[in-house]
């Protein structure tokens, strides 16, 4: 079983529609990375959390350190938003590696 | 402020051969970090390089290897190339100091292996 695993693998939207994307880990961890990666492979940082709530324009995510999950969620969603969306944890053992999950892949139609 | 670069962008490789991918780190980042990206896959850790040194590696051979330098720029070198080995290398820079580690990414090299 993967460490860190996400939910769905696949997602597609018509413009306007709200996006959630979870992502549940199994172990302890100092943080974890929504990261947004585009067709020809460019990872960029959307958030790291370690509690709470972050929001970030159009972009939401929440994490619950005691259930041990996360969850992404894109409001009035645009075509622009279409990508693979990897949740990465960093663990206790090793605060300086990253744990990926498989990522989401979200296409969004106008 | 530059960021993350690598390089080359793409390569081709046959079977049995060595590669050498390279990346800059971020102004300022003393700690880099390689991933392996399988197609489908998220990154897999391969290792990571703080001030020089070898700072933990993920589950890979010993034929992949790697340097880091004093200007914090690094190298991954894969020898005995097989097919498996065909991915998009990441690396990603952070200065672990802060605690923030937050890491930036640069954009990959695909590599190949026919």
């Known amino acids: 079983k993967n460490e860190v695993e996400q939910s769905p693998q696949n997602l597609t939207a018509q413009e306007g529609e709200f996006i959630t994307i979870n992502c549940s880990y199994s172990v302890g961890i100092s943080a974890l990375h929504w990261l947004q990666q585009h067709p020809g492979g460019g990872i960029v940082s959307l958030f790291m959390?370690?509690?709470g709530k972050k929001k970030h324009g159009r972009l939401i995510a929440t994490i619950n350190i005691q259930e041990k999950h996360s969850s992404l969620h894109i409001t009035a969603s645009h075509p622009r938003d279409s990508a693979v969306y990897i949740c990465a944890v960093r663990p206790y053992y090793n605060t300086d590696k990253l744990i990926f999950g498989t990522g989401t892949r979200l296409q969004v139609f106008p | 402020e530059t960021g993350v670069t690598q390089s080359p962008t793409h390569l081709i490789k046959t079977r049995g051969q060595q590669v050498t991918l390279r990346c800059s780190s971020q102004s300022g980042h003393n700690t880099v970090s390689w991933y392996q990206q399988a197609l489908g896959q998220g990154p897999q850790f391969i290792f990571q390089y703080y001030r020089e040194e070898e700072n933990g590696r993920g589950n890979f051979p010993p034929r992949f290897s790697g340097l880091q330098f004093p200007n914090y720029s690094s190298e991954l070198n894969v020898n005995a190339l097989e097919l498996d080995d065909s991915a998009l290398y990441l690396c990603a820079s952070s200065w672990p100091g802060t605690g923030d580690n937050e890491q930036f990414f640069g954009p990959g090299t695909r590599l190949t292996v026919l």
């Open positions: 959390l370690s509690s």
